[in-house]
């Protein structure tokens, strides 16, 4: 017994919190990028498992020690690093998000330390030139930062920026469920399809809750860049109907970064997804506060 304890004890143990993240670029310099990144992944990784397993105690104390020291709030001299706070700071609220009703009211004064940290991610995140110019993926998932945090902060000036990002989406799609801008990543473009439907199905259901169906807007344009990915998880030379070059994927681009297909099929109950979602079960995404299938998923029809 006292053994099982040491471990829980060490598992909740809050590492040191890390002042800024402020990596070289993913492309740019791959080793220094993946060294960079290591504490502030470790910590989302100690913090989601703690959240898979309903250890909510563990994962208050996590946020709490973090947020009492203004983490990744320090400066950051490049650009990598505004992309990194932003996805670091939804998996957070993604994580309060899981939280039950009745776990977060007996926790008031916890949550009343940690909302007001990631209202600050959010609005930093807002106010990021180094992403709000690109008018590509990562604006989407700037997007979802802050409908995720201003649901958990209850800050509807929040809600109403992530809304304005997403629709900049969703108004994006083109008529085969292309993003031009997405299109023009060459032989990753198939993959930065598949990453710019995450935020968007997300925030979709999100925005449910504000009694918003971003699904329908643009003629049902997130159903267009979904039916495109799920024919290119099917068949991947399907794509060469929206370009040419063939398409390199990340050993993740076709599992964990599948994971809107959960919520998706949760509410279209497209019975294209069964087949594609059952052998890659649990999906687990950093970015989304840990298991997605727990959080998200439903029963598969045969």
């Known amino acids: 017994m006292s053994l099982g304890i040491s471990q829980a004890t060490r598992a909740c143990a809050v590492p040191p919190p890390l002042a800024s993240i402020d990596p070289p670029g993913f492309y740019d310099d791959p080793a220094g990028y993946a060294q960079a990144v290591k504490p502030m992944r470790g910590f989302i990784d ?6 898979d397993s309903s250890q909510w105690s563990c994962t208050l104390d996590l946020l709490q020690g973090w947020a009492q020291a203004d983490a990744l709030m320090g400066p950051i001299s490049g650009y990598q690093g505004y992309y990194e706070r932003s996805w670091a700071g939804t ?20 949550l009343h330390v940690i909302t007001p940290w990631l209202t600050r991610i959010a609005i930093a995140t807002r106010d990021a030139d180094a992403i709000n110019h690109l008018h590509n993926n990562l604006v989407y998932w700037a997007g979802l930062n802050l409908v995720a945090i ?11 920026a992530g809304l304005a990002r997403a629709r900049e989406g969703i108004n994006d799609i083109g008529a085969q469920g292309e993003l031009v801008r997405e299109v023009k990543r060459g032989d990753r473009a198939l993959h930065y399809h598949t990453f710019a439907l995450i935020p968007l199905v997300f925030t979709a259901e999100l925005a449910q809750r504000q009694g918003i169906d971003l699904y329908q807007e643009n003629h049902g344009a997130i159903g267009r860049l979904a039916n495109l990915v799920t024919q290119a998880v099917q068949d991947p030379a399907s794509f060469a109907k929206i370009t040419p070059i063939e398409q390199k994927l990340f050993p993740w681009t076709f599992q964990d970064e599948l994971s809107w297909m959960e ?3 949760a509410r279209t109950r497209d019975s294209r997804l069964p087949a594609l979602i059952a052998p890659r079960r649990p999906f687990s995404e ?3 506060g840990g298991n997605v ?3 998200w998923g439903v029963a598969l029809s045969p």
């Open 46 to 51: 100690q913090l989601n498992k703690a959240a």
């Open 91 to 110: 998996d957070f609220a993604m994580v309060l998000l899981r939280m039950p009703q009745d776990v977060s009211s007996a926790n008031a004064n916890r």
């Open 150 to 160: 201003g649901t958990v902060a209850q800050q509807q000036m929040l809600i109403d």
């Open 263 to 265: 919520p998706y099929y």
């Open 286 to 288: 950093w970015r989304l």
């Open 293 to 295: 299938t727990d959080a």
